[in-house]
């Protein structure tokens, strides 16, 4: 039996870390739940802080995407499938993706296998090698993205766009060196 909240949820218990005793705890004399992984806000946060799971759900969904526009659209050009992709498939791919930035190799090139089997729809670049058929769509490599989504989200917490503490964050070098 799970203890459910006043919304009707049952009350997990999610321990983070490698050091965690992992211990069990009661609400309402009731021991609660252990899960490894739990979503949150559609994001997918295992205990070891691995993303493998979001970035195969990501993924799992955006294929889905992909596969919808396959059977559905004839219209093959740079236009329709390009705005198709940028509305349909994308965002999967780059959902709070400032927090469940992949790190392994393995996961990255499973999200760019999206993107790259996507820009294969389009009519007569086919035959283009990955990085030509970027450059004639528009595109970037996803992971230029998440540098650039990290990037902006660095410059607002440093410009106190967001109420947070820099220092939590950041050390600022005091010596007065350039660069």
Known sequence: MLVKTEMGKAVKCFHMGHNNPHVDYLMDGVQLQKVSDEKDLGVIVSEDLKWEKQCSAAVQKANKMLGMIKRNFTDRSKET????????????????VQIW???????????????????????????????????????????????????????????????????TFFEFDKGGRRG
């Open 101 to 167: 930035n992949p790190y392994f190799i393995k996961d990255i090139k499973l999200l760019e296998g999206v993107q790259r089997r996507a820009t294969k729809l389009v009519e007569g670049i086919e035959h283009l090698k990955y990085d030509e058929r970027l450059l004639y769509l528009g595109l970037t490599r996803l992971d230029y993205i998440r540098v650039t989504s990290d990037l902006i989200e660095t410059f607002k917490i440093i410009n106190g766009i967001y109420n947070v503490h820099t220092d």
């Open 81 to 96: 499938v390009m705005a198709l992709y940028k509305s349909l498939v994308r965002p999967h791919l780059e959902y709070c």
